[in-house]
T-cell receptor, first 114, second 115 residues
């Protein structure tokens, strides 16, 4: 399967702990996006990469959040000192900037902070 | 900044009946428009998109959407629904010429097909 993959699929953590999620995009895609989706809401943009460069971060992304995409391949999203408000589904999407404007989404990582 | 409104959070429809899922957007610039579908226990999938040209766009499974610039709408329609259309549908916009193609989503409409 050459789709977008995300690991882990589920993460339960205690408040104050650090967590890291991984996203593996479709191999030829140069764009990678992170979104967050809470219950009853649509996904909200967090940040995106063009190859290895992080080009934009949403104001939703507090200083406790950091994302990387070393070598322009997979990406990681780390949340430090988790809070209960961080509980959400974290979605990754990738896209090739070929003019089709089609983002392909992974299955998401569901984070529960207790 | 752009925004998307999906007024109907849930839409129940009898099988083989027509359906319309409403989407209105707000933006100070021209936009690209998308409908994504999320089937139970699956990730978001692109259903159809409007980039330019004909304002009526179609998907491979019988859905269509029409871009109406004057009403800033992009409603999704299907003339006859099937049980397999049960899913959550998200309307999304992306502002043209900003170069980031980030999506702004509505809150979604859950379509339930009644046998």
């Amino acid at each position: 399967d050459t789709g977008v993959s995300q690991n882990p699929r589920h993460k339960i953590t205690k408040r104050g702990q650090n967590v890291t999620f991984r996203c593996d995009p479709i191999s030829e895609h140069n764009r990678l996006y992170w979104y967050r989706q809470t219950l009853g809401q649509g996904p909200e943009f967090l940040t995106y990469f063009q190859n290895e460069a992080q080009l934009e971060k949403s104001r939703l992304l507090s200083d406790r959040f950091s994302a990387e995409r070393p070598k322009g391949s997979f990406s990681t999203l780390e949340i430090q000192r988790t809070e209960q408000g961080d509980s959400a589904m974290y979605l990754c999407a990738s896209m090739q900037t070929s003019g089709l404007y089609e983002q392909y989404f992974g299955p998401g990582t569901r984070l529960t902070v207790t | 900044a752009q925004s998307v409104t999906q007024l109907d959070s849930q839409v129940p429809v009898f099988e083989e009946a027509p359906v319309e899922l409403r989407c209105n957007y707000s933006s100070s610039v021209s936009v690209y428009l998308f409908w994504y579908v999320q089937y139970p226990n699956q990730g978001l999938q692109l259903l159809l998109k409007y980039l330019s040209g004909s304002t009526l766009v179609e998907s491979i499974n019988g859905f269509e959407a029409e871009f109406n610039k004057s009403q800033t709408s992009f409603h999704l329609r299907k003339p006859s629904v099937h049980i397999s259309d049960t899913a959550e549908y998200f309307c999304a916009v992306s502002e043209r010429n900003f170069g980031n193609e980030k999506l702004t989503f509505g809150t979604g409409t859950r379509l339930t097909i009644i046998p």
